[in-house]
């Protein structure tokens, strides 16, 4: 059973930091897309950061890039978002999610949330100005 868990939200102050993590168990996370998107209330939810199970390609929206970094730790079948420079308008509920098609189906470099299947339950982040 596929199983994802994310931490590490909270308030922060505009300029502060955060590591959110994402806990993989049921699947070999390295052979799947894997990504991080958010929805802010009232808003469709969107993509942040996805890396791709082909080659490890990276993409980032355009209003995290420079600020906001993904990782992942294979041995502790963990992803990462090291956040920086946080803005009130980051402030959403923060998901991490897995596309169904491992590496050896075909490469996938997207970061379209309708497009990824299985979702952890969410993580707060707020900023305050």
């Known amino acids: 059973e596929v199983h994802l868990v994310e931490s590490g939200g909270g308030l922060v102050q505009a300029g502060g930091s955060l590591r959110l993590s994402c806990a993989f168990s049921?699947?070999?996370?390295?052979?799947?897309?894997i990504g991080w998107f958010r929805q802010a209330p009232g808003q469709e939810r969107e993509g942040v950061s996805c890396?791709?199970?082909?080659?490890?390609?990276?993409y980032y929206a355009d209003s995290v890039k420079g600020r906001f970094t993904i990782s992942r730790d294979s041995a502790k079948n963990t992803v990462y978002l090291q956040m920086n420079s946080l803005k009130p308008e980051d402030t959403a509920v923060y998901y991490c999610?897995?596309?169904?098609?491992?590496?050896?189906?075909?490469?996938?470099?997207?970061?379209?949330?309708?497009?990824?299947?299985?979702w952890g339950q969410g993580t707060q982040v707020t900023v305050s100005s």
């Open positions: 999610a897995v596309k169904d098609m491992p590496y050896y189906r075909g490469s996938y470099y997207g970061c379209a949330h309708w497009e990824y299947d299985y």
């Open positions: 049921g699947f070999r996370f390295d052979d799947y897309p």
């Open positions: 890396i791709s199970s082909s080659d490890g390609r990276i």
